[in-house]
């Protein structure tokens, strides 16, 4: 049974930076696309970045790009995101998941969080002004 654990997560200023990890336990994730999403107190939860199986495609939010960006590490079965020029409105619990089905070429559309299964308990990630 796989398990994620995200952590990294705390309290930053506006302008800053966080790295958040993944850390995948149980099974190699090396054959499944991974992706973060996060969710702000009342609001549904929102797609993030993903990442191919293959780490080839990489797909983010269009709040974020520019600014967040997603890598894996195989050897270490782990996903990262690096998240800089951090803003208030990126407030919220980051989650990692991992993707349903296994060598998917590309994310194409709407990267929707029923694409993703399992999922990581999540970690706080607040920015300050």
């Known amino acids: 049974q796989v398990q994620l654990i995200e952590s990294g997560g705390g309290l930053v200023q506006a302008g800053g930076s966080l790295r958040l990890s993944c850390a995948a336990s149980g099974r190699t994730m090396s054959t499944y696309g991974m992706g973060w999403f996060r969710q702000a107190p009342g609001k549904e939860r929102e797609f993030v970045a993903a990442?191919?199986?293959?780490?080839?495609?990489?797909s983010y939010a269009d709040s974020v790009k520019g600014r967040f960006t997603i890598s894996r590490d195989y050897a270490k079965n782990m996903v990262y995101l690096q998240m800089n020029i951090l803003k208030p409105e990126d407030t919220g619990v980051y989650f990692c998941a991992a993707d349903r089905i296994s060598y998917r070429s590309a994310w194409t559309g709407t990267v929707k969080a029923g694409l993703f299964d399992p999922w990581g308990p999540g970690t706080q990630v607040t920015v300050s002004l």
């Open positions: 990442v191919t199986w293959s780490g080839s495609s990489t």
